[in-house]
């Protein structure tokens, strides 16, 4: 098994950057203090610290959902940021002291 196999049988996050050269900033992910881009999205910050079937839950089914089009069109990539519900991960910047949080129902949050 070649190393590309080895990191996509893992299951852990779709994407990650080919290279740092961006300032750092810090960001709260569910509690925890997380580093990023600060050109990242919110999206592709979570995309590239969870795996994709963590990423969140459906509110009305409780399923797996997860950022489908990156560009605003799809939903998918709805997040709590600074207190703030339902909130397009893929449209919004990180920026420094942002707090994130994944919606998860509550029974379910991992």
């Given amino acids: 098994m070649n190393k590309l196999d080895k990191n996509a049988s893992a299951r852990g996050p779709l994407f990650r950057p080919l290279r740092d050269e961006r300032r750092v900033v810090r960001v709260e992910l569910d509690g925890e203090t997380v580093m ?6 919110v999206a592709s910050l979570l995309l ?38 339902n909130q397009q991960g893929c449209l919004v910047r990180v920026r420094d002291g942002m707090r994130i949080r994944r919606q998860i ?6």
């Fill in 36 to 41: 990023a881009g600060e050109r990242e999205t």
């Fill in 48 to 85: 590239g610290s969870v795996a994709p079937e963590r990423y969140r839950r459906s509110a009305a089914s409780g399923l797996p959902r997860a950022p489908l089009c990156m560009m605003g069109v799809c939903f998918e990539c709805l997040v709590e940021i600074d207190g703030q519900t």
């Fill in 105 to 110: 129902p509550e029974a379910g949050r991992s």
